[in-house]
């Protein structure tokens, strides 16, 4: 059951709303991250508390990092792997049916579920236990404005747009990938995890390893 711990105040046709979000925090041997959880994907948060709850994730390692694109995590064999070890196929054994949101984007912090390929997973479901958090780059209206010629499933508001431009993020991930939140403090932890030395399956050469993430109560 999820415990509802951040209130934030909405304005709706000049009526206030109060609207609960569950926060969260990453400590990892490069730094600590905060971050919420979307009420808008409440499977693949769900889950997440669940996982995060039991202590699942304690001990894993990011095992797939790409400067400028994210950071991945969740890889149940990454727990005491071998220097060298292939990572990245280690599962729960189940996947959560996609929840795309407009609203969401992939804006760098972002909180996402890995997933396999569209050639084995045309209905894109998620990852049980396999996450990244982008990094991404910042993009000008013109690569936006190829994205979109490009076939993507939606067009970029003026908002995304100026995230895009401004803080940065993997925009063509967007209607792929579930994104089902977002960290809002430590993004420099995420610079830092980004920009280790990996080898030629991006896996960091020194290990980062997720010391603890917990529910903030």
Known sequence: MRKFLLLILLSINGLIYLQAQTKFEIVTSMGTMQGILYDGTPMHTDNFIELVNKKHYDGMLFHRVIKNFM?????????????????????????????FNPEYIHKKGALAAARQGDNVNPAKESSGSQFYIVQGQKFTD???????????????????????????GSPHLDY???????????????DRIAGVETDQRDRPLEDVIIESIRIIK
């Open 176 to 190: 792929s990938y579930t994104v089902f939140g977002e960290i809002t403090e430590g993004l420099d932890v995420i």
């Open 142 to 168: 013109e690569q936006l404005n190829i994205f979109e010629e490009r076939g993507m499933r939606i067009k970029f508001t003026d908002e995304h747009r100026n995230v895009y431009k401004t803080l940065g």
């Open 71 to 99: 950071i991945q995590t969740g890889d149940t064999n990454s727990k005491n792997a071998r220097k060298g070890q292939s990572l990245g196929h280690g599962d729960v054994g189940y996947t959560t049916p996609a929840e």
